[in-house]
């Protein structure tokens, strides 16, 4: 490949390296690490069309992603994402799924940030979008209580030193990737996009994350991703009928992987939450019907007003996750008790206002509140 001095590659350049990937990804060759980051970089620039963008996203997804081609994937993003840097005295975390599993449960990722945050020993930095295959993504759930999505990364920033929870709004960080986002929507299928959301936070120095997978082959994946993430604890969690969090409905896996003495280990386990003192629910007790009920379910279980204990049960154990993986509680049983105490003394509520206060329209969740 012909490269000028300045490092600009032509477009006539681009096109035969593309024309060169495509071809291996049909013949079910993996792509290189350098190789797959090199077109993600491309795509994020706005040097490749729209029909190369689809044929690679198909081609890569019948091929199915390897590890090192998921470490590119990720390291292109990273590396042209804006970025920031929290300055607190307690560890960073967030919770975030893959999405997918198409169970049309309430935000209870959400829900459990904002309760787990306001305990006051951890701070979340929430990565997250809008809805790709839930009723309500994180983003439709803040903005319809009248979270400003376009806000800064300066103003997030000062959210999460100041109130110890900042929501960081994925198309805001990542720029670059509106020039993928109409090629994703017209395929409506779940690419390699999908599958790194959650290991793409902007924010440089997070503790630790609950990364929630629907397919299980994801499990191991993004286990062995953590050292190029730079996190201390990563709990990667699987429910057993494919929810991207932690169920009370049924037994989970989960793969803990944290770093001790230099090095880091990875622990799996079977979660059953009737074990830990939860009763076990179906899935039609943590289920809503339609978005608008999937945001007023999430607003009533972190206000403590849920008449439903399962949909508050499913926050607690979520919550909890967070507590332990940032090192907070010696168990799951001690996180569900701290976090319980959150939701009913109006920590976690008092939290949620306090966040749209400083970074939205007020009017908009005092309106929202009169429907609970």
Request: with cysteine.
């Amino acid at each position: 490949m012909n490269v000028s001095p300045n490092n600009f590659i032509s477009s006539t350049d681009i096109k035969t390296q593309n024309t060169y990937i495509l071809k291996k990804l049909i013949s079910k060759r993996n792509l290189t690490n350098k190789e797959i980051s090199e077109v993600i970089t491309n795509i994020i620039k706005g040097k490749c069309s729209d029909i190369f963008i689809s044929a690679f996203l198909i081609s890569l997804l019948i091929k199915g992603e390897n590890l090192e081609e998921i470490k590119g994937v990720v390291e292109a993003i990273q590396n042209n994402a804006v970025h920031i840097s929290p300055i607190v005295n307690v560890p960073i975390m967030d919770n975030c799924g893959t999405g997918g599993d198409l169970l049309n449960t309430f935000n209870i990722s959400t829900a459990s940030a904002i309760v787990a945050s306001s305990c006051g020993k951890v701070v979340v930095a929430k990565h997250g979008n809008r809805s790709s295959s839930s009723l309500s993504g994180s983003a439709d759930f803040f903005e319809y209580l009248g979270y400003n999505l376009e806000n800064e990364p300066q103003v997030v920033n000062q959210a999460i030193e100041t109130n110890g929870f900042g929501f960081i709004y994925a198309p805001k960080f990542h720029p670059g990737l509106k020039n993928v986002s109409k090629v994703r929507r017209e395929l409506g299928l779940r690419t390699v996009f999908n599958k790194i959301g959650p290991l793409c936070n902007p924010c440089t120095n997070l503790y630790g994350q609950i990364i929630g997978v629907s397919d299980p082959v994801l499990l191991d994946i993004v286990a062995q991703m953590t050292p190029l993430l730079g996190l201390k604890s990563v709990m990667i969690v699987y429910s057993h009928e494919g929810m991207d969090e932690l169920s009370t409905s049924c037994n989970n896996t989960i793969v803990h992987t944290f770093l001790q003495d230099g090095s880091y280990s990875i622990v799996k386990s079977i979660l059953d939450p009737s074990k830990i003192g939860l009763p076990k629910s179906t899935l039609k007790d943590i289920s809503v019907k339609d978005t608008s009920q999937s945001i007023l379910e999430t607003l009533r279980v972190i206000y403590g007003t849920n008449s439903n204990p399962f949909k508050e049960n499913i926050v607690l154990l979520n919550s909890s996750a967070i507590l332990l993986n940032g090192n907070i509680v010696n168990s799951l049983e001690e996180g569900i008790c701290i976090a319980r105490e959150c939701i009913h003394n109006g920590n976690a509520q008092k939290k949620l206002f306090n966040l749209i206060k400083s970074c939205g329209n007020i009017s908009k969740l005092e309106s929202v509140e009169k429907l609970i």
